[in-house]
């Protein structure tokens, strides 16, 4: 039995990583390199490898973390059990937000937020309110932005607390997302495990952490074919026969995973409907140092263009270069910046950050790299995320995987590897039932 899975990022992988033992399996990319938006290119100045943008994982990514554990790539994440985030406002303020580790879960967020000095006492106990209701009572069908209105959230843990948390993590404005995928983060990132909260940070390009994958899918017998664009899946009635492949090729299949994002689903002439998506773009400007400078490894700013900055050697990422500091600074939901040109950025956005961190005029990047990814993430608005697809779609031996799919995740590597197991699970299925009927 042949399954054919349309799209190398890390959903057709992760399909990939389970179904290689069940069938013969052949992973298509039309890019030359696999990952998708998981993927990482080498600079050629710093030699540093450089990802679309920084990747944060946590460790209730269970599915991403046995993948990783199974290609063998473990040893390059970083577990960041005791971390601290680093808040700087624009006006020169600055607090931090830590974990006590020793502690149930609840009474350890409840203590970090209690500590939590950006906010004055009743703007924080007003935050501890919208918390406990929104893990309590949010639902799906209703915008982060009406539910803390609802309750009641004052103007500072909007500005200092929620929409910092909401950017980072669902990359879109409150206004334009679900509350349910706030709820899950919250629930899964700061009300679970000590081992659940970690943030697990690569300290390898993300290519490197899923190069395995393709002996892994040759030992049992499969292939991956780069550069291999999938112009249609060949349709015989309910069913697909085959694929397409732009120049003509067509390669028959008795299963078809598309793992591909939503726009790139409907030019594949397929009767499966996609809801009306609109993405979201996040910049990742990577900036090189000959010095070493004083940051944290992670900090939030308040009230700037740049949201978060990431010290890559405070990290532990295996850098490698000839510098003795790399940065990347993260703007979500980037979308009113995208037609700046990139040099007048790169000087606003290191600009700002030098102003905050107080450093001399005299530090500047020696070299930097702008990575704007304008479909960085599909937005999950109230209505898409009631009209999220399955797995299964109308025609009987084609399934979908990514991170757009109904996970109950926001649009995360999370979500694309839980889609991928969920896909490869129902082919199983489908596979049984052919071979018992
Ligand atoms: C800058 C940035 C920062 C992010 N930060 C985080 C983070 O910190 N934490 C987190 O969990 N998530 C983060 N994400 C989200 C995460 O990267 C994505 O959710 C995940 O990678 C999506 O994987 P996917 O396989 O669903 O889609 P993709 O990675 O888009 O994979 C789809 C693949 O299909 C291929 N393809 C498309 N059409 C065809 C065709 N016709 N034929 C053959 N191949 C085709 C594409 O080339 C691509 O390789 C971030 C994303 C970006 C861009």
Redesign the pocket.
């Known amino acids: 039995m042949r399954c054919i899975i ?8 992760t399909a990939a990583w389970k179904l290689a033992s069940v069938c013969q399996v052949l992973l ?4 030359s390199v ?6 990482s290119l080498v600079d050629r100045v710093s030699g540093e490898e450089v ?8 460790g209730c ?1 269970q599915t ?1 973390l046995q993948l990783l554990a199974d290609l063998g790539t473990s040893q390059w994440l970083y577990q960041w059990q005791d971390w601290q985030i680093h808040f700087r406002t624009v006006e020169g303020k600055a607090a931090v937000l830590s974990p006590g580790l020793r502690m149930p879960a609840a009474a350890r967020f409840l203590r970090a937020l209690v500590r939590f000095s950006l906010l004055s006492i009743p703007d924080r106990w007003r935050l501890i309110y919208g918390i406990t209701k929104l893990v309590t009572s949010a639902s799906v069908g209703q915008s982060c932005e009406q539910f803390l209105r609802e309750v009641r959230q004052t103007p500072a843990a909007h500005q200092i607390f929620w929409r910092p948390l909401i950017l980072a993590t669902l ?1 879109a404005e409150p206004a334009d997302v679900d509350v349910s995928l706030l709820r899950t983060v919250v629930q899964q990132a700061f009300l679970g495990s000590v081992h659940e909260g970690a943030f697990v940070i690569p300290r390898r390009g993300l290519s490197a952490l899923i190069a395995p994958i393709t002996s892994w899918i040759q030992r049992y017998g499969g292939a991956v074919r780069l550069q ?4 249609q899946v060949c349709l015989n009635g309910d069913s697909a026969a085959g694929v397409q492949l ?1 120049g003509g090729e067509v390669i028959p299949a008795d299963v078809v995973v598309l ?3 939503p726009y ?1 689903l409907q ?2 002439g397929v009767p499966i409907t996609v809801p009306p998506l609109h993405y979201s773009p ?1 910049f ?1 400007i990577y900036l090189w140092f000959a010095e070493e400078l004083p940051l944290p490894p992670m900090t939030a700013l308040v009230g700037t263009t740049v949201q978060w900055v990431f010290h890559r050697q405070q990290l532990q990422f295996q850098t490698g270069s000839q510098f003795q500091t790399s940065l990347v600074l ?1 703007i979500s939901a980037a979308r009113d910046l995208l037609s700046i040109p990139v040099s007048q950025l790169v000087e606003h956005c290191w600009e700002e950050v030098r102003s905050v961190f107080r450093l001399p005029p005299s530090v500047r990047p020696a070299h930097f790299r702008v ?1 704007k ?1 304008v ?3 599909p937005v999950f608005t109230p209505a898409v995320q009631l009209q999220r697809p399955a797995v299964q779609t109308p025609l009987q031996n084609v399934f979908l ?4 799919i109904q996970t109950g995740l926001p ?6 590897t839980y ?2 197991v969920l896909a490869a699970t129902t082919v199983q299925q489908y596979l049984q039932k052919g071979a018992s009927g």
């Open positions: 349309v799209g190398g990022g890390i959903a057709g992988i298509l990319e039309q890019r696999l990952g998708g938006r998981t993927s990802d679309t943008g920084q990747h944060l994982l946590m990514y991403t990359n291999a664009a999938v112009e732009r793992a591909v994002p790139a030019k594949l996040i990742s993260v990575m990814e479909k960085a993430t995987a990514g991170d757009w649009a995360t590597i999370e979500s694309a889609s991928g």
